[in-house]
């Protein structure tokens, strides 16, 4: 089972960037899933999260009114629409999942990990 994070890349404070997360199984269309970021010499942190059928969502504070996450039709994919972006959200992006229908905010609720993607936002 793989998480395939991608959309990443460098941008200007205040641009938009679109992180995607496809699973390698259907399967996670009945689980909830997550973005988290881990920053330069900080811990993982969660960003945002949604249940399995897209009709709840969290945000960490600093991300709200800015990121969206959102399912695709199938819901088997994942999305993390990110605007008004700034330098401090510069990161390592990863989608995770839970094998459960609820979301969580809680990193070790989360059973699956994809690899990553890094966003670079210059000032």
């Known amino acids: 089972v793989q998480l395939q994070a991608s959309g990443g890349g460098l941008v200007q404070t205040g641009g938009s960037l679109r992180l995607s997360c496809a699973p390698s199984?259907?399967?996670?269309?009945?689980?909830?899933m997550g973005w988290f970021r881990r920053a330069p010499g900080k811990e993982r942190e969660f960003v945002a999260g949604?249940?399995?059928?897209?009709?709840?969502?969290y945000y960490e504070d600093s991300v709200k009114g800015r990121f969206t996450i959102s399912r695709g039709n199938a819901k088997n994919t994942v999305s993390l629409q990110m605007n008004s972006l700034k330098p401090e959200d510069t990161a390592v992006y990863y989608c995770?999942?839970?094998?459960?229908?609820?979301?969580?905010?809680?990193?070790?609720?989360?059973?699956?990990w994809g690899q990553g993607t890094l966003v670079t936002v210059s000032s």
């Open positions: 949604i249940n399995w059928s897209g009709t709840s969502t």
């Open positions: 995770a999942a839970r094998r459960s229908r609820l979301g969580s905010i809680t990193t070790s609720d989360y059973d699956y």
């Open positions: 199984d259907t399967t996670f269309s009945t689980y909830a």
